[in-house]
């Protein structure tokens, strides 16, 4: 399904670019996009071993399995499948906690090391796990307290109240939310059976 | 919403200080552990490069093409024709866009926010859309890239649901708090 999304969107791309008459732009925008995709990997390696680092001496100290042992119970209902002590644990609720705070840039450094500690328990690995399909649901779909940056849009447009479509927010995370946990949690016991 | 914002401008610095601090107290060797981790980021980043590079491609492509103007295009004579407001169609290239790239989707909903206004139905609809969806499409391919794993099995299609729910929930919703 990912080859072929990848595939039609290209095509479609270029497709539509010759028939609008400006085919030249997709030589531009294939560069500029690579070039991009690097400009990304760098910025992230800067804050992912900044995060890496930090979440290295938390776990020394014995934070994080502190932090799997306060919230774990609920989480670890959410992944039957990880051991009870798993250092995945730590990581998906450091991972949940950036996403619900809105700090994006330190999600993604948890989220990767959640999905490593995660294969490391995957008996099949270049198969996806249960585990790792609910995490990537919790992941894509958390609520969302403080959606900063639509917010700094609106401020700039003159809107009379920038934040009054926070409560509209978490109510549509909330529900995506809720529904993408019922749904996984469907599809496994499905599975099971 | 006051407490919210003054938590995430304080949470950063606070974890910087706590986490260090309370693991020199715990007898934590602090700078060496900490770039005995942060060598991690390195690999990390470099093995997700070439998925970083596949996807944005591929997505930029599509974006610059101006396709998604078309469809938005072609829809509004249908919902004008279903009784709906005509505008409503150019929510929809931000709505294919929001699982596929977050800055691709971020700038349609400037770009909607501005034309019609921060405070109108379609700049506070556009504004709950890009604040709650995640880009799925995206998260998905580098977390997966990262680690190597090739058959996603439903997790796609999961993700693609609850971006589904997440856009029927904010239509109903900026509907029934500001109309």
Redesign the interface.
């Known amino acids: 399904m990912v080859n072929l999304i990848w595939l039609l969107m290209l095509a479609t791309g270029i497709i539509v670019s010759a028939l609008n008459g400006h085919i030249e732009s997709v030589t531009a925008s294939a560069m500029k996009a690579a070039e991009l995709g690097v400009e990304v990997a760098i910025e992230l390696i800067g804050v992912m071993s900044l995060w890496l680092g930090l979440m290295r001496l938390a776990e020394e100290a014995g934070f994080i399995r502190g932090l799997a042992r306060l919230f774990g119970p609920a989480v670890r209902r959410l992944f039957p499948s990880l051991k009870p002590d798993s250092p995945a644990l730590g990581a998906i609720i450091m991972n949940l906690s950036a996403n619900i705070l809105g700090l994006g840039n330190a999600a993604t450094p948890f989220g990767l090391k959640a999905m490593q500690e995660l294969q490391k328990e995957n008996p099949t690995p270049d198969v996806a796990s249960p585990a790792m399909i609910t995490f990537l649901a919790l992941n894509t779909s958390c609520i969302t307290i403080i959606p900063a940056t639509i917010i700094g849009v609106r401020l700039k447009a003159n809107s009379v109240n920038p934040t009054e479509i926070i409560g509209t927010t978490i109510v549509a995370t909330g529900c995506a939310m809720t529904v993408a946990i019922i749904a996984d949690y469907l599809i496994r016991r499905r599975r099971r059976s | 919403?006051k407490v919210?914002?003054e938590?995430?401008r304080w949470?950063?610095p606070l974890?910087?200080l706590l986490?260090?601090v309370?693991?020199y107290l715990?007898k934590?060797p602090?700078y060496e552990?900490?770039?005995?981790?942060?060598?991690?980021?390195?690999k990390?980043?470099?093995r997700?490069?070439p998925f970083?590079?596949?996807?944005?491609?591929?997505?930029?492509?599509?974006?610059?093409?101006?396709?998604l103007e078309?469809v938005s295009h072609w829809l509004q004579p249908l919902f004008a024709f279903l009784g709906l407001d005509p505008n409503f169609a150019s929510i929809i290239p931000l709505a294919i866009m929001r699982p596929?790239s977050g800055s691709g989707a971020?700038g349609v909903?400037?770009q909607l926010?501005?034309q019609h206004?921060?405070?109108s139905f379609i700049?506070?609809l556009a504004?709950?859309?890009?604040?709650?969806?995640?880009?799925?499409?995206f998260?998905?391919?580098v977390?997966?890239g990262?680690?190597?794993?090739?058959?996603?099995?439903?997790?796609?299609k999961?993700?693609l649901?609850?971006?589904i729910?997440?856009l029927i929930?904010?239509v109903w919703?900026?509907t029934k708090?500001?109309y």
């Open positions: 919403m919210i914002a938590i995430s949470a950063i974890l910087l986490i260090p309370l693991a715990r934590v602090v552990s900490f770039v005995a981790g942060a060598e991690e980021g390195f990390t980043g470099v997700i490069l970083l590079i596949g996807m944005l491609v591929s997505i930029r492509v599509f974006v610059d093409s101006g396709a078309m596929l971020l909903a400037t926010i501005n206004g921060p405070d700049g506070r504004s709950t859309l890009q604040g709650s969806t995640d880009t799925t499409f998260v998905l391919t977390y997966f990262s680690v190597g794993i090739k058959k996603y099995r439903y997790a796609l999961l993700g649901l609850a971006d729910v997440g929930v904010s919703i900026v708090v500001f």
